[in-house]
């Protein structure tokens, strides 16, 4: 299964770039940068993880009570 993990239940947000350790460092090609609105905000999303579907579910029922859970199944073909 692939699985997103968020601290907090939020799953896209915006954030000040400069809180990220290599934004100093990081350069964007120029007709990348001329197109962005805000090149000091970036867009947060969560870190993805691939697990069986067992190890899902040990962590569904361990923190069922505990946790806001989000569940979309989709079926591959």
């Not at 197109?35 to 969560?46: A, T």
């Amino acid at each position: 299964m692939h699985i997103k993990l968020t601290p907090d239940g939020e799953f896209e947000g915006c954030d000040d770039a400069s809180n990220w350790q290599d934004f100093e460092s990081r350069t964007l090609p120029e007709i990348v940068r001329n197109k962005i609105q805000f090149p000091d905000k970036v867009v947060v999303r969560p870190a993805p993880h691939d697990i069986s579907f067992n190890h899902f579910m040990v962590l569904f029922f361990l923190f069922y009570f505990k946790t806001i859970f989000y569940l979309f199944i989709f079926k591959i073909k």
